[in-house]
């Protein structure tokens, strides 16, 4: 059982080492019947029927995840539940049940809540998912969303981030960057509401994950790991090699940016590649597959989105990430927003 020095703060462990810790005080012999606990996007339990249930829960707290100038109520209703579905798009399953939790103060307005269900519904029925429960509680000052997500999948289809193989072809299915771009639009001034940038702003208030091309991918049998990209590539990339003990070199030149993105980045004199690699809050899939593959997974993933996966890196032997660029390679940390740190 891990032990840890009482004097020290959650902020001297950070996200990862307070996951262990938690880690650490339960029993890590799982029963029979999950087949997959801590460490993937969503815990795995076999149920009594032919699919297994896949659960995941995320938080969103204001000040942290969002503002009030970031997000609309309606779009952080469509956000809240929109995060949990890339999850389970990440494993390959289809959405079923929803739980929602929310923490407001008394005097929030009443339109507050009708707005923010406005777009947790707006999402819920156009993936067909059913609220079943949840919790409402008083919040002291900041207001705190929590969803609980459950879906299901045949057991056989699952896709896990510890499944890449050395040499695997990476691959992620949509733009990078968008989001984080976005956000940087809603958070300054001068670049509050330029025409040409909508869909920037969109990727970050509306995500839509692609659950049909997750569900696809895992039913082929095309995809040996997979992930949402949450936290950023770089991020969400570590994640696979930990998971499948391997390593993996990402393509600077392929990683797949949208003119809006690559537009403002020179506007505003940012990099561009920084907001692809570290900004987060893609939810695109990023997953890994056989090199004789290609093609089919080109195919595939174009039937069920409209666009092709883009081929941006190769799973390697050697430990950690190379970004190759300009013809060097070097270590690639994972950045990405990172909790208990500030």
Known sequence: MTTIANNKTLKDLGEVGIIRLIQGKVSQKLPSYV?????????????????????TTDTLIEGIHFTARTLSPEALGWKALAVNISDIAAMGGTPRTAFLSIGVKPDTEISFIESFMAGFKALADKTGIILAGGDTVESPSSAVITVTLL??????HVVYRSGARVGDDVWVTGPLGNAAAGLFLLQ?????????YEPLVRAHQRPMPP????KALAESGLAHAMIDISDGIAKDLGHICEQSVVGAVLWAASLPMSSPLLGLAAEAEKEALQWALHGGEDYELLFTASPADKEKVQSL??????RPAVKVGAIVREDGILLAKQGTEVPLESGGYLHFCK
Not at 151 to 156: A, V, Y
Not at 211 to 214: A, H, N, Q, R, S
């Open 35 to 55: 087949k997959k606990g801590i460490g993937d996007d969503c815990a795995v339990v076999e149920t009594s029927g032919e699919r297994v249930l896949l659960v």
């Open 301 to 306: 993933t174009a039937k069920h989105s409209g």
């Open 188 to 196: 300054t001034k001068e670049f509050a509401a330029p025409s040409g």
């Open 151 to 156: 879906g299901d999948c045949l057991p056989e």
């Open 211 to 214: 659950l049909d091309v997750g």
